[in-house]
């Protein structure tokens, strides 16, 4: 059998340990705030960028030419539904 060692549960972790575990748990937390906030200011930028696109953008009326006016779109037709109306009678 193998002989293990056994975990001394009254030492303490070295001060150079802990430091260094600080200033990992440290550099990690600034890594990601650093790219939440860089898309945050690149999804910002596109939302003004295209919220002036659509202020600006020419509506559908002055884009006819001639003066014609638009056909309307056309409706489709769907039947009124009945309560009773299913698909599969059984």
Known sequence: MR???SINFGSQIPLKTKITLALGV??????????AFTFFLITLASGIVLFFFKLFQKTKESLNLGGQ???????NYQRPRKNDDDI???
């Open 69 to 75: 006016s638009a056909p309307p779109p056309p409706k």
């Open 88 to 90: 599969i009678d059984i």
């Open 26 to 35: 440290i550099l990690v937390l600034a890594l990601l705030f650093f790219f």
């Open 3 to 5: 002989n293990h060692q």
